[in-house]
């Protein structure tokens, strides 16, 4: 029995080193493994506004898509971002090639170089999924790992103004990749926004995509809720789409 006892000791230990060594690297190749099936995809969003005054104090990058009751949205590998959607009757084209994003309305045509401005960017975590692009655009590391099982990453933009504090907190479960929560914060260090994930789909095996995103402000209060419906993947999104002399 003491013997037994001892063997089932050292399993709890081997089973608790193991998941201790998981690491951003580790989670990193898990996701190249997975997007390596993924070229582009396509999704048709619907945005539910909770208060349009807090959605203002969000700032430029999320007053863009936020104020978007609907919306298709074009994703292709590894940075090209699309949102053409209409606002009280007027359509509103989005578009994110790289550092540079167009915004399209009605008369306005609005052009900006974003890598030093991290805050008015959009990422894939902006879409409800994991990529190694953000590792590319961050340094990213290990927190803690939550008695739940989640890991608590830091990523910190590799471009921006010196002395900056901005940086995001993702809660992630290493065994499916999904996104369960985010929290963003400005450069001053304060938080800006959080986001709750919920309602998974795959977007290629191995590689889920949340089909449900609620936002908050610093103090709770709901700014909205994203949903996604209708995602085909692979479906040969041409690089035009994204061009900057796209109208």
């Known amino acids: 029995m003491r013997i037994i006892a001892i063997f089932a000791a050292v399993l709890a230990v081997l089973a608790a080193a193991s998941d201790a060594a998981v690491t951003p ?23 539910v506004q909770a208060d349009k005054e807090n959605v203002s104090e969000m700032g430029e990058g999320y007053q863009d898509i936020l104020k978007l009751e609907k919306a298709v949205i074009s994703y292709k590998k590894p940075d090209k971002i699309r949102y053409d959607g209409y606002t009280m009757g007027m359509k509103v084209t989005y578009i994110q090639n790289g550092y540079t994003k167009l915004v399209i309305a009605s008369m306005v045509r609005h052009k900006d170089d974003v890598k030093s401005d991290p805050g008015k960017r959009q990422n894939t975590l902006d879409l409800g999924f994991l990529s190694s692009r953000l590792w590319v655009e961050n340094k990213i590391s290990l927190v803690s790992a939550e008695k739940t099982g989640l890991l608590k990453l830091k990523l ?30 400005r450069g001053s260090g304060q938080m800006r926004m959080s986001v709750v994930f919920s309602d998974y ?12 995103a609620t936002m908050f402000n610093p103090k ?11 995602i085909k993947t692979n479906v040969g999104l041409e690089d035009s789409l994204f061009s900057m002399s796209s109208r």
Not at 158 to 179: F, S
């Open 25 to 47: 690297a580790q989670i990193l190749d898990r996701i190249k493994s997975a997007e390596s099936k993924l070229q582009d995809y396509k999704a048709e969003m619907t945005i």
């Open 220 to 230: 709770g209060e709901k700014l909205g809720t994203v949903t996604y419906k209708a």
């Open 201 to 212: 789909s795959e977007l290629v095996k191995g590689l889920p995509i949340a089909t449900t």
């Open 156 to 185: 910190v933009p590799r471009w921006g103004a010196e002395n900056n504090k901005r940086h995001d907190l993702i809660w992630v479960d290493p065994k499916t990749l999904r996104i369960a929560r985010r929290e963003k914060y």
